[in-house]
């Protein structure tokens, strides 16, 4: 009985290791992928199109700062007391403004290049999930999950020419 029990446990072991030995598993780096897109330069373009007139905006106080401070510097001499306070407030009101709206333009520009990015690697998934089939791999992991691997599981340049229709 105790043999047939260890026969059976052995017999299982064997065929379990051989199932695993046929898996196919490939790696890909959906970071390397997409910073090799060119759908992520269109993106960077696009959003920076899209808030054009709001970094010029912010572009436009930035310069009238730089024009009040170079004129405190070069006038310092001839500038009454009341003038240097004047100008002097109306530097820390831009620079308010400023403040302002570089932290709403950043957190918006965030938000949106998040929203294209999560856009992008939906893209990329499903990209990996057809090669993945195509080329009949079993499992596919992210690369920042793996310790080691050998080049020839390395499935993102595949990806790649599969969401740039292999250009």
Known sequence: ?????????????????????????????????????????????????????????????????????????????????????????????????LQLKVRALREDMNRRGTEERDKIMMEIARATQAVANELGYDLVIQASAVAHMTPDHELSEEVIAEMTGGN
Request: glycine share 4%; hydrophobic share 45%; aromatic share 4%.
């Open 1 to 97: 009985m105790k043999t047939t029990l260890a026969a059976a446990l052995l017999s299982t072991a064997l065929f379990a290791n051989a199932a695993e030995a046929q898996q196919k598993i490939g790696v890909v780096s959906f970071q390397a992928i997409l910073q090799n897109l060119p759908q992520t330069r269109e993106i960077e373009e696009t959003i920076q199109n899209e808030f054009k007139t709001r970094i010029e905006e912010v572009q436009a106080i930035e310069a009238q700062m730089n024009g009040i401070a170079e004129k405190q510097q070069r006038d310092a001499a001839i500038l009454s007391a009341s003038e240097r306070t004047a100008m002097q407030r109306e530097f820390e009101g831009l620079e308010s403004q």
